[in-house]
Nanobody, 118 residues
Framework: QVQLVESGGGLVQPGGSLRLSCAASGTIFSIDTMGWYRQAPGKERELVATITRGGNTNYADSVKGRFTISRDNVKNTVYLQMNSLKPGDTAVYYC????????????WGRGTQVTVSS
């Protein structure tokens, strides 16, 4: 089992920045990819960014150039630096962890609210 705990959400004005953190605990040796997803009211959960244990990253087109995902494998923590925030970024942000093949398990954090508003 893997437990994920997010932190760093809050209220920020348009153009501002926030940094989300997600700390993993439990059977963390099994984790390969970690990432962030978000869900806005009335919308489906969508990918924001992912990063593998080796550091390969993937971003949604809507956040490229504004958000940066990083990972500290010693601290078992993944970060999401969000800059130039827009009202459209308002959502609950969920941390995600996926184990490596062949036994693939997916874990989710409870989420942290990010609100971009003036």
């Amino acid at each position: 089992q893997v437990q994920l705990v997010e932190s760093g959400g809050g209220l920020v004005q348009p153009g501002g920045s926030l940094r989300l953190s997600c700390a993993a605990s439990g059977t963390i040796f099994s984790i390969d990819t970690m990432g962030w997803y978000r869900q806005a009211p009335g919308k489906e959960r969508e990918l924001v960014a992912t990063i593998t244990r080796g550091g390969n990253t993937n971003y949604a087109d809507s956040v490229k150039g504004r958000f940066t995902i990083s990972r500290d494998n010693v601290k078992n923590t993944v970060y999401l630096q969000m800059n130039s925030l827009k009202p459209g970024d308002t959502a609950v942000y969920y941390c995600n962890a996926k184990t490596a093949a062949p036994l693939i398990y997916i874990y989710w954090g409870r989420g942290t609210q990010v609100t971009v508003s003036s």
